[in-house]
């Protein structure tokens, strides 16, 4: 398994042929939806298909995206998910507070006992708001996210850079409590991987790493964005053959190497090793 996952690919959960595929398609994680790709009359199909899925180890980790629990599925969905085997984490969508992470973990019982890994998905301006309280909620929270389609319909956002500034403070939140940066929300349209491969681009400059996929195609793209180019490693192990050297100094092409270059450096390497 890849040590750092870039690429997250969705699945409906009452489709086990789709499922399947998924699992086969190259993602680092697949997650089985069972909130916005499942109508409501297919949720208890869904809950139990991906219940007897997860009854068994799978060959890459699998997440679940449960339904909202403060509505009608939720508490099903966990009670009957967190305790399966092959499950390696629960997408909570639609949370806007950190009691809404506290009540889930509290519910959720694992194989291994205690919580699951939880990863809380902000779709709202009030979410966005409690992004840090909602990072710091639960020590089983282990990411945050955008759901970008229901934040931009509840801000009433109609250009994309409009949802710039809460991409920035998702990023901010992440790292001031101590979590891996967050994953990019789906770029929608599975036809247009030259606008997927701009978005990446611009998700990686605000701190993105790695992007949800609705689609096998757009895996690629979106790894091929977010993994360091053949001049970004070679800056790196100028920069760390440089800092071999006692003290802050600058290179011939005038980058200053100091204490937080470094770090940079051994991350784009970490991430090289990826290739």
Known sequence: MKSVPLTWLYAPGDRPDVVAKALTAGADVVVVDLEDAVAPDRKAYARAATAELLRDPQPVPVHVRVNAFAGPWGPADVAALAPAPGLSGLRLPKVSSPSDVVRVARRAVSARGGSPPLYALLESALGVEHAHAVATAHPAL????????????????????????????????????????????????????????????????????????????????????????????????????????????????????DAAVVTAAHRTLALAHKR
């Open 142 to 257: 282990r990411g945050i996210a955008l759901g970008e389609a229901d934040l931009r319909a509840d801000l009433g956002v109609r250009e994309d850079a409009g949802l710039d500034w809460c991409r920035a403070r998702v990023v901010v939140a992440a790292r001031a409590a101590g979590l891996a940066p967050p994953a990019q929300s789906v770029h929608p349209d599975i036809r247009d991987l030259d606008g997927l491969e701009a978005s990446c681009v611009r998700g990686r400059a605000l701190g993105f790493l790695g992007r949800a996929a609705i689609h096998p195609r757009q895996l690629p793209v979106i790894e091929r964005a977010y993994l360091p180019t053949e001049r970004e490693i070679e800056q790196a192990e100028t920069v760390l053959k440089a800092a071999a050297t006692q003290g802050a100094q600058a290179l011939p092409d005038g980058t200053f190497v």
